[in-house]
């Protein structure tokens, strides 16, 4: 696997939740992983140039008991397809919402040359906008300010409801849409900073009020997922960074 350098820090010491993610392109296999205050997975496509010949998973760390057997689920869904089709291809509701996320990554950058890093930092909860700010492979690509789901800024996207992005997306830079996708769900996963998760049970008893949000919240899973404490982690961005294995200093 190839070695990448972290840029310099995204404000070091701010509190906030930082989140990285790699794809590191091969002849013939392309690897993506992610980490988080709450995650780290890791998803491997095999392919031929043109479709998905095998698929590897490996949940690393994660906050509930059934989120590895997602990787089984997204393995038998997208062996076989096409790489061109997997965006768009799969009801995100029924997989792992990140191991889908990386799938989707690692597709489309399954020819580059290149390794592609994504860091991104989004401020903690609380009154008022909060910043995210996003980097890949060490320049700033977007930074914006975000009320509860709204962006309050930059520019035309000012107005903007981020649960929306699907029907908007079309209309910004195409450079941008893949990088608006990422920050995205790293805005909404920074939000769980301000919540006591040692509260949670299970999956069914956190979607008895609620809409289904992924493979483990599903009414077929819902009741055999638990909430897993020790997962969480709190990334400082000094000493304890994300994906530090992978990455050089």
């Known amino acids: ?21 790699m794809i ?4 013939g296999i392309v690897t993506a992983e992610v980490e988080d205050d709450y995650h780290r997975f890791f998803v491997e496509l095999r392919h031929d140039g043109e479709r998905i010949t095998g698929v590897a998973t490996n949940a690393k760390r994660f906050p509930w008991t059934t989120c590895p057997a997602a990787g089984d689920h997204l393995a038998e869904r997208i062996t076989g397809a096409a790489l061109r089709e997997i965006e768009g291809r799969e009801a995100p509701l029924t ?3 990140h191991m889908l996320d990386l799938a989707i990554l690692a597709a489309a950058h399954a020819q580059d040359s290149e390794p592609t890093l994504y860091e991104m930092l989004v401020d903690d909860p609380h009154a008022g906008a909060r910043e995210a700010i996003l980097r890949r ?21 000012a107005g903007r409801d981020l649960r929306q992005l699907r029907h908007w997306i079309g209309e910004i830079d195409p450079e941008l849409r893949e990088p608006a ?19 949670l049970t299970t999956a069914s008893a956190v979607t008895a ?3 289904v949000a992924c493979y483990t919240f599903s009414v077929e899973h819902g009741d055999d997922a638990w909430h897993i404490d020790e997962s969480m982690r709190d990334f400082d961005g000094l000493k304890n960074r994300p994906l530090a ?4 200093p």
């Not at 840029?7 to 989140?19: E, K, Q, T, Y």
């Not at 492979?137 to 035309?156: F, Q, S, Y």
């Not at 294995?245 to 050089?248: A, Q």
Request: glycine fraction near 10%.
């Open 95 to 97: 997989h792992c919402t």
């Open 137 to 157: 492979n060490g320049v700033e690509t977007l930074r914006w300010l975000i009320d509860d789901t709204m962006l309050v800024a930059p520019g035309m996207m």
């Open 209 to 211: 009020n609620s809409s």
């Open 181 to 199: 996708r990422v920050l995205r769900r790293g805005a909404y996963i920074a939000r769980g900073r301000g919540f006591d998760f040692s509260k």
């Open 245 to 248: 294995d992978r990455l050089s």
């Open 24 to 27: 590191d392109p091969q002849p």
């Open 1 to 21: 696997m190839t070695a990448t350098a972290y840029g310099p820090l995204i404000h070091a010491g701010r509190l906030g939740m930082r989140r990285i993610q």
